[in-house]
Structures are given as structure tokens and as C-alpha cells.
């Protein structure tokens, strides 16, 4: 008995389960060859096979799957039969394909000769082509094939299981498996197959369970082709979501994060919203994670090279750090020399090019972007003669300002001066005589320090319609150590609302762009 089921047939909800391996309602038979799954053998094993199979959990592209792996045969009345002679014959006859299992283990050789048992199925070819790509091509291609009884697939014994779910699937809509190992084991079986219902089916399902970072993981490490699928894509963003709600402050947990797999670090790094202090941190963190996961030199260089440096954002690093970079050995030279030259180009551009530059970067790669630093990023210009001295460049977004309301305090990262460590301070203050909200601004000492050294000090801010830098205030102090400070808590000598105001002259393409000049007097 043949069910009439249209490939476009509206049955996705109908249950056939009745109709599953019954031959009154089937008019094909599949034999599964069930073969041992991987085993690794010494090289000196002979073999007379040469083309690479890849692992269960592998994708194949369907043109090669149908050819590779489904096997057409015809003239057999009866596959019941198959005695325990005519699969020895089977196993003696087949085309057994490995090879080595890579570089690092070149010595070693994959066996999948090996036949366990075979499986007889019979089932509906209208029913399956109507769920499966695969078995669509399969039943509809035209040639000679197409129109065979029997066909016999090989599978390995770990995807048994799962086959046997997808092909029950098909039948009734629904899995008896609930366990998110068994659930992916099922997803990759309905890749494989081009079974896209039960794909979602399965990833609604995922979805439905409490998300942990080994689940996480397990998500994030599928394999290639199943993370690119759409329907795949919507599990993706929630591990990836949880990570970084889970990890985003990277330095609180970095001793747990030594432990994380390649993918949960780059889906890490692929965030703005990383919690550090500024992307110094997040260099050293990736630096610290590839040495305690790499020890070898060489592989180590390798991995931070393809998969890593691509989610560091070195324009943001600070200019006494991207000096340490050039001269660090886990990189090739030729890498490093491009990436700080990249970063120190972008320092250099105007505001309005650097968001021209973020913004064509965004869609394809974070290296122009900006994180959610706690430590505001700066430009700095220093100078060795005829005095020590630097000039020091924060640009504010008008939210960032409006985000300092009524107590907040935004600090810039450590620069140095004659041996000091400083940072620059924005934050909005009580006017002590009028007590009315305003802008602040200074800078300070990082720590405290033995040095002594007077030294001259000038703030200004970019002002239209000239949109050149207009000196604030001027002034000279003497740093005799401990922690010292130089600012004004009310800049601007305005209300915070006045500051705030639409018609502000001082914030441009809603940025104000802040200087401050130290030198140091002998």
C-alpha cells in the first residue's frame, strides 16, 4: 500500500507513526550498514584506501553524501535474509576510506571496515522525500536508481540511535529524546539529512532548557556547517549571550576562563560589552589564555594569528602597551608590525574619520570598535626635547556625558610622564556658590611615587564654529609624591543643563573632544 503524500503536502503536524517499518505502507527498504565508529590503528596496518571520511559529527555536502554513502542496490527479493555468511562477504568486499588523522598524529590511520550489524527498514518514499532534501534527490533524480527497492545506507553505531529518531520523526513530528546530548546528536543527524522541521523541532526545544556553560560550549563547538544554518542561528546567539553575561568581566573570572575552549573565548571577544578596565586587559587575558592552552611556540603563534588577534582591538590599546606588543615574542614579527601601525593610524584620524572607519569595519570585523572600556581610551603625543611633555586627546559622547548625571565620575586610561602615571578625570560635581550641577574635569596621579618634579599643565576643548581647541585654564604645579590632583570642578562655568543644551558649542557631532598638556620644568 503506497501513501499519497505530496512533497508540498500540509502534514507537518499529521501523525504517521502507524505507517513506520510496516511494509503494508511502504514501498522501499533500507538496509543500514552499521559500521564500528572511528578506531585508530598503527600506520603499519596495510589498507588499500586513500581518501579522507570525516567524523560522525561532520557534515557532508549532500551531493557527496548521496554518492559517498548511500549505496543503490537492485535485484534482491528479499533483504531479510542476510545471513551472518553474506555479511561477512559484505565486510570483505567493501571500499574501506581513512587517512591520517593530521599532522600531529601522522603515525596513526582510521579504520571504518568494520561492519557491527545491518538494520532493515521499510519505509515510505512520499512520506521522506516530503522531510528530507536527501531523500528527495534521492527518489526524484530521474535516473535508474531512483526507482530501486532497495537501498542500503552506512552509518556508524553513534549515529544509529539518532537516525532511527530522525527517521521516526518524519513519520509522527515529534522525539522521545529530551537530553541536550541526544538533542544534538539528533539536530546533526537532521543536517546531515537535510531534515529542516525537525532541525527546528530541535532547536525550540534546546532553547526550552536552562542554558549552563557546558551547554554553552557543546552549542558554540557544533560543527561548522550546522552553526551556519539559520535555524541553527537563534541557539548561537543565546550561548554566546549567556557567555557574555556570564564572563564579561574577563578579569574577575580569569582563572576559570584559562579552562574555556577556543569558541567560548572568541565568542568572549567578539563582545562590546566586555567589562575591563581597557582593551590592555583584554591583550593580556588573550595572551595569558593562548600560553596556558598552547605551551608550543609555534601552535600557539598559529592560533592567536587565525583566531584570535582578529577580535583584539589594538587601536584601543594604550601606546605604551602596543610597545610591549612588537616586542613580543608570541607573534610574528610581520603580524605585530601591521597590527600596531593599523592601531597607531587610527589614533591619529579625526573623530569623524574614525567613526567613518568603525562603521565600515562593523559588519565584517570589531577592530575599529569600541568596547564599554571602564577606562576611557585616549591619544596621546609625547615629546623627549627640549622638555618632557605630552599632550593628551579624550573625546566624550554627548550619552556618555548625559550618563555622569547627578554623581557619576568617567576616568581615561594610565599615561605616563617622567617615570608618573596618570589619568584624566570627567565627572559631574555640585558648584559650591551657586550649588547647581556642572561639569568637572582634571587629571590626577595613579599612585603614589617618590618622584619630585614641578611641571605646567594647560586644559582645553574644541569649540565650533572653528572647531580648534580653545584654551581653558593654565597653570603650573609642584609634585613632591604621594597622590595629587589638578582640576576644576565646575569647566565650563555653566549649569550641567546649560552644559547639556542641544545649542552647546563644545560638543560636536554630539562629541566633546577635551586636551590637556603636561610638561615638566627642570
Known sequence: MDLDVSRNGDFEDTDLGFAFNDSNFSDRIIQLKIMSDLIEVPSNVKSSSTCANQTSLDKKKMDDFQTDNAELLSGKSDVDD???????????????????????????????????????????????????????????????????????VRITTSEEAPLMELLKFMYNSSLNVTSTPNLLDVLMAADKFGVSSCMSYCIRVLLNIPMTPE????????????????????????????????????????????????????????????????????????????????????????????????????????????????????????????????ALYFKAEAPHNKQILAAESASTSRFFIERSYKYRPIKIVEFELPQQ????????????????????????????????????????????????????????????????????????VRSRPTLEYISKYKGNCIFTGGRAAVGFRNFFSTPWTSFMAEDNLFFINDVLNLRVELMIRN
Open 215 to 342: 551547554s554553552a560550549l557543546l552549542y558554540l563547538e557544533l560543527p561548522y556547517s550546522v552553526l551556519m544554518d539559520d535555524v541553527v542561528r537563534p541557539l548561537i546567539v543565546a550561548a554566546k549571550q549567556y557567555l557574555i553575561a556570564r564572563y564579561k568581566d574577563v578579569t574577575k573570572h580569569q582563572e576559570e576562563l584559562m579552562g574555556l575552549p577556543l569558541a567560548g573565548v572568541v565568542a568572549l571577544l567578539s563582545s562590546d560589552e566586555l567589562q575591563v578596565a581597557s582593551e590592555d586587559a583584554v591583550y593580556e587575558f588573550v595572551l595569558k589564555w593562548a600560553r596556558t592552552q598552547y605551551p608550543s611556540l609555534e601552535e600557539r603563534r598559529e592560533i592567536l594569528r587565525e583566531k584570535l588577534i582578529p577580535f583584539i582591538r589594538f587601536p584601543y590599546m594604550t601606546c605604551r602597551k602596543l610597545k610591549m606588543v612588537q616586542s613580543c615574542n608570541d607573534f610574528e614579527q610581520e603580524v605585530t608590525s601591521k597590527l600596531v601601525f593599523n
Open 82 to 152: 542476510c545471513t551472518v555468511h553474506k555479511l561477512q562477504e559484505d565486510a570483505n568486499a567493501d571500499v574501506v576510506e581513512f587517512s591520517n588523522a593530521g599532522d600531529e598524529a601522522a603515525d596513526l590511520h582510521i579504520d571504518y571496515s568494520t561492519i557491527v550489524k545491518v538494520r532493515t527498514l521499510y519505509v515510505n518514499s512520499s512520506i521522506l522525500a516530503a522531510k528530507s532534501t536527501f531523500f528527495y534527490k534521492l527518489f526524484s533524480n530521474g535516473m535508474r536508481e531512483s526507482k530501486q527497492i532497495h537501498i542500503t
Open 389 to 460: 611633555q605630552c599632550v593628551v586627546y579624550l573625546d566624550l559622547r554627548r550619552q556618555e556625558c548625559a550618563n555622569l548625571f547627578p554623581y557619576g565620575q568617567v576616568c581615561s586610561q594610565i599615561f605616563h610622564l617622567g617615570g608618573q602615571g596618570f589619568f584624566l578625570s570627567a565627572h559631574c560635581s555640585m558648584d559650591q556658590q551657586s550649588f547647581y550641577h556642572c561639569f568637572g574635569f582634571g587629571f590626577g596621579t595613579h599612585k603614589k611615587d617618590s618622584v619630585n618634579f614641578r611641571f605646567d599643565y594647560e586644559f582645553a
